[in-house]
């Protein structure tokens, strides 16, 4: 499509003049104002390779992002439908040609009892991975999973949002799938690289490049004013991608007036019987990694980082302090894995990619406050339409912080109480009065209020 220009991509990443450094010095020194840069700034950024710039630039996407978000981190877990799919994506596991994967497909009654045993982990909100599959992930079947889903409680704790990662549709599909009351609807190009896209996605319906390209454009006509993109990382080259992520980006804002909630960075890992997977075209190494996220961070400081499980628990802690806002925990990526137990080797048979991160949602929450960031399970903005262009203009003036502080403590205070181990709730509760003090006397009294109602037996509250 027209608007991933791969000539100026390839001329901006081939541009010499872009690795001056006093040039990357003053672009950072811009972008800490929390505007943005351009496409061309951008370039620049990438090509650092400068320790003491790197660490400038690492230092500018910790102070955007809190200026913007905060010390939060929104935690979610992925919910998967079936493993069955009519594409044979070579990086995937649940290619239609793996004959090595056993097959499952989960009916409502399993989804309910999936994302109950979420619910009692502590989980409010899920990502719901479809798949593409004309019997197994119809918008009929994924609508009825919702409502099940959403009609669970375990004495007021439940689902409060569930976002959608499903195969593209027309207007009048994405119209019926925003009847269904879904957070943001999220697919992923996968590369942007056109050639690279052909060979990747040999057959099924995934190998139409453009009208996977252009379904966020759909989804917005159709009303769905949240959504979200990403790139899978070490498919095509890591500074093509990014610029394309960011060209994509850049062409939402500039059609819609709303650019992407969030933007996901997964990075290729071994998944079965997957050969792009077990061999990446372009393996991207963690420090350029690393540098990927500080860039959008500085480039779209507005939306939503996330950053899964596929990474190591390691790396993640230091990729928090670069821009990452959202993250999964807990995740399991086969099909009925939450509320079945199975050894790791049999769930590698089911599973779409091997996890780098094996630890419970409750050992991650209780990870996040030992390095000083607030574990945030609040729904309150899609619940009180702030969303798109609302949710946005909070977000670009980061008034977005006076609004989810207080829902954030809350909710992390019903988890607590709810659900945390005795360290878990031990080390939260502390952590806790320390966000408490650091806030104003408004937000403090406001937060303390809802705390009270919480402790009375109130659940889902929030302003």
């Known amino acids: 499509m027209n608007f991933i220009d791969e000539e100026n991509i390839n001329s901006l990443i081939n541009d010499k003049s872009l690795h001056d450094e006093k040039h990357q010095w003053e672009i950072i020194v811009k972008a800490k104002e929390a505007k943005g840069v351009s496409l061309k700034e951008a370039a620049a950024l990438l090509n650092i390779t400068s320790q003491e710039i790197l660490e400038e630039m690492f230092s500018a996407a910790k102070e955007i992002k809190e200026k913007i978000y ?26 239609v040609d793996n004959k090595e994967l056993e097959r499952k497909s989960l009916t409502v009654d399993d989804a309910e009892a999936e994302a109950r045993a979420l619910v009692q982990q502590g989980q409010k909100r899920l990502l719901l991975v479809c798949g593409e599959h004309p019997k197994k992930s119809s918008t009929k ?31 009048e599909g994405f119209r019926e799938l925003k009847s269904f009351d879904i957070g943001t609807y ?16 040999p057959s099924g319906p995934k190998s139409d ?8 454009e759909r989804a917005l006509e159709a009303g769905i004013d949240d ?70 961070r500085l480039a779209v400081p507005y939306t939503g980082i996330i950053l899964s499980t596929r990474e190591r ?48 949602l409750d050992e991650i929450v209780k990870d996040c406050c030992d390095l000083g960031y ?49 360290q878990t709730r031990i080390t939260g509760q502390e952590f806790l009065k320390e966000q408490l003090a650091k806030e104003s006397d408004t937000v403090r009294n406001k937060t303390e209020n809802l705390i009270h109602r ?8 929030y302003f």
């Open 141 to 171: 079947f994924i609508g009825e999973v919702i409502e099940r889903i959403y009609s669970i409680n375990e004495d007021g704790n439940n689902i409060r949002r569930i976002n959608v990662n499903m195969a593209p549709l027309s207007v």
């Open 227 to 296: 959504v979200g993109i990403g790139s899978l990382f070490g498919l095509a080259e890591y500074k093509f991608e990014t610029l394309a992520l960011l060209s994509h980006a850049f062409h939402l804002e500039n059609k819609f007036g709303v650019g992407p909630h969030t933007i996901s960075v997964p990075r290729l890992e071994p998944a079965l019987n997957a050969p792009a997977a077990l061999q990446p075209p372009h393996a991207v190494d963690d420090l350029s990694f690393k540098k990927i996220i500080a860039v959008l």
């Open 313 to 360: 628990a390691e790396l993640r802690r230091e990729l928090f302090a670069v821009g990452v806002s959202q993250i999964s925990a807990g995740s399991k990526t086969a099909p009925g894995s939450y509320k079945e137990s199975r050894e790791s080797a049999n769930e590698a048979k089911f599973e779409q990619f091997q996890l780098g991160d094996h630890r419970s």
């Open 186 to 201: 999220q697919i992923f190009q996968e590369t942007y690289h056109y050639d690279t896209y052909k060979i990747m996605h």
């Open 454 to 461: 919480i402790d009375e037996g109130e659940r889902d509250i």
């Open 70 to 95: 905060g010390n939060r981190l929104v935690i979610f877990a992925p919910l998967y439908l079936t493993n069955l799919c009519v594409n044979n994506c070579l990086y995937c596991a649940f290619r």
């Open 209 to 216: 490049y453009d009208w996977r390209v252009t379904a966020i």
């Open 374 to 422: 607030l574990p945030s399970f609040c729904t309150a903005c899609y619940r009180s339409n702030r969303t798109g262009d609302r949710f946005m203009a909070l977000a670009k003036t980061g008034d977005i912080g006076k609004i989810c502080v207080p829902n954030a403590l809350t909710t992390f205070h019903e988890y607590l109480v709810d659900y945390a181990g005795e």
